[in-house]
Each structure stands twice: as structure tokens, then as C-alpha cells.
């Protein structure tokens, strides 16, 4: 544990998250207070808060002190708070209405597997923060990986040969959504969101190499055969999945996940569904920038546009 600012930052296991006590983030943060965050998640790639009373108002700008907050999520619709365009319910209800009943059902209502959020997008979110409204009486954890840690530890022959590879992430391709009667299929046939993302990322502000793949988004690596694309990424991400790069946080009402995307991976729960808990948590995300690998070669977008601010950051933060 380390204590800055009179906040202590205990981590949660050998690579992945750490919980932040000492600091209320419901009112302004001071320049030092944010520092310790930012410090802490890029050290961590997530941290953890308790206890904190927040509602869509502060959470958007609490936000809005580590970056500029996008809309809830570019197939939002009409799910979102008509006040609140920044806000991404995550519930039974809300994935139901979003994108329909059987994809919530073949997906789960808490979202898909080890991801990051909206990797098809050519600028996909740095942050994303997540907070609890009501939770199960057990059950229901997000785990969290650390693609950084998990890079490191593959054999130099393989992080050689991944560093030159680039890969396509597409919504929706890894479910067949395009071919959904739902409402998930209107999404995807009408807006496409496809981006070329390299398969190893370098970390704008760490300079770590991370793993940039997952299994909700990403279709193939380019250039390959389809049998050996999914050996690599098959392999990939039984990596990232590793036990030892991973943290598991329980919620409990008024907790907050702060996490960094382009360093680490989620995993929905999938435990509570056939015991009919309510689980409604929102999240907001920050504006990101275009990935970069090893080469210095930026991503391409296949089809959507960047992913851009809800609003001006100074009328997100009032």
C-alpha cells in the first residue's frame, strides 16, 4: 500500500487493479488528487472506489477532470438519459431495449466476453468508469486483465512475430449480428463499425507494449489464413485469460471501476442470470486516441467515424 495525498492506493493482486481510499469523488479533485489516480491506473490499468455517492451528474464530472466523455456508446439509441447523452446503463432491461431480446439472451444482459470497450472504432475509448446503482446479493463480479503484463510474459520468438501483425475488429461479427432480424441487426447493416487495429498496441503515455485483441471484437488477423488467424488468436487469448493477470471485483451499491482500455480487458459476470437479480450499473467513457504499434503505423478505420466528445467538456463538468 502507498499513501499520496493523504490517499492510500492498496493494490488488489501481482499485476491487476488497486483500491483507492481517502478521496471523495464526488466533489472536484484537486491537480494532486488526479495525479495520484492516473498514476495508480497506470500502474494498475484499474482502480476501485467505494462507498461513493454519485449520480449521473457527478459521475460525468468526475469523468470529466481525466478527459473528454463521449456518448454512452455510438448504438446508444434511445436507451440513454435524454439529459444525460454520456450515460451507458448496463442492465437486463437497458441491453433488452438496446439491442433486443435475443441477443441479450445469447450474449447475457450484463455484455459480451473478455473485452475492451468498442475496439472497432478507429479511436477507441482510453477510460472507462463504471458505477454500481444496484447489485445482487452475491455474485455478479467484473473480472479485469492486464494485456500488458500478459504481452510480457509470451516468449520473445512470439512477441517478435505478433509485434508486425495487424487484425480487423468489427461490432457485432463474432455473434453474426449482421444477419439479427433485432434491432442489434438494423444497428450494424445501417452503421458498420469496423477498424484495423495492430495486434500488439504501444501505451501513448507508458510506452508498454499490450496485447490488442479480443474475442467480442475481433474477427481475424489480416494477411493470414482463417486457420492460422485463429490458432494466434486463439492462443492470444488464453493468454490475456491467464489466472495471474487477472483481479476480480465484487460490487457493492456505490462502488466505481476506473479502467484504462488500451491496458486491460473486462469480463462480464455470466453467474446470476438464472437467479433473476436485479444488476443495474452505468458507465461513462473518455475520448480516445488512434493505437499505434511497435512499427509506428496507426490504426484504420474500416467503416464509422471517430468517437467523439457528447458535449463540450466545460458544460460535461457542470
Do not use: C
Not at 441477443?103 to 477510460?127: E, F
Not at 432480424?181 to 507508458?206: N, Y
Amino acid at each position: 500500500m502507498s499513501t499520496i495525498e493523504n490517499i492510500d492506493v492498496i493494490p488488489q493482486s501481482g499485476w491487476t487493479g488497486a483500491e483507492i481510499r481517502g478521496v471523495d469523488i464526488g466533489k472536484p479533485l484537486s491537480a494532486a488528487q488526479v495525479g495520484v489516480i492516473k498514476q495508480a491506473i497506470l500502474r494498475w490499468k484499474v482502480v476501485f472506489f467505494r462507498d461513493q455517492q454519485l449520480d449521473h451528474a457527478a459521475q460525468i464530472a468526475f469523468g470529466s477532470q481525466f478527459g473528454e466523455v463521449t456518448p454512452g456508446h455510438p448504438y446508444e439509441g434511445d436507451v440513454a438519459p435524454p439529459e444525460f447523452p454520456e450515460i451507458h446503463t448496463v442492465s437486463p432491461k437497458a441491453y433488452g431495449k438496446r439491442y433486443g431480446q435475443s441477443y441479450q439472451k445469447r450474449l447475457s444482459a450484463n455484455g459480451p466476453g473478455w473485452h475492451a470497450d468498442v475496439t472497432p472504432l478507429i479511436n477507441p475509448p482510453a477510460y472507462s468508469i463504471l458505477r454500481a446503482e444496484t447489485v445482487p446479493p452475491y455474485g455478479g463480479d467484473t473480472q479485469f486483465t492486464n494485456v500488458a503484463a500478459a504481452y510480457e510474459g509470451l516468449s520473445p520468438a512470439l512477441r517478435a512475430l505478433i509485434d508486425g501483425l495487424r487484425a480487423e475488429h468489427r461490432f457485432g461479427a463474432n455473434i453474426n449480428a449482421e444477419r439479427s432480424d433485432e434491432r442489434v441487426g438494423d444497428w450494424v447493416r445501417s452503421k458498420p463499425l469496423a477498424s484495423i487495429h495492430p495486434v500488439v498496441r504501444v501505451h501513448p503515455e507508458s510506452g508498454e507494449k499490450v496485447i490488442y485483441v479480443n474475442p467480442s471484437f475481433t474477427r481475424q488477423i489480416v494477411g493470414l489464413t482463417p486457420r492460422e488467424s485463429r490458432h494466434i488468436l486463439d492462443l492470444l487469448f488464453e493468454q490475456v485469460a491467464l489466472p495471474e493477470y487477472t483481479a476480480r471485483f465484487k460490487w457493492e451499491p456505490g462502488s466505481v471501476a476506473f479502467w484504462d482500455n488500451r491496458a486491460a480487458l473486462h469480463l462480464a459476470p455470466r453467474d446470476v442470470e438464472h437467479l433473476g437479480f436485479d444488476r443495474v450499473l452505468h458507465r461513462i467513457t473518455l475520448v480516445g486516441d488512434v493505437p499505434v504499434g511497435p512499427d509506428g503505423k496507426p490504426s484504420e478505420s474500416l467503416s464509422g467515424e471517430a468517437f467523439l466528445a457528447a458535449r463540450p467538456r466545460e458544460t460535461a463538468a457542470a
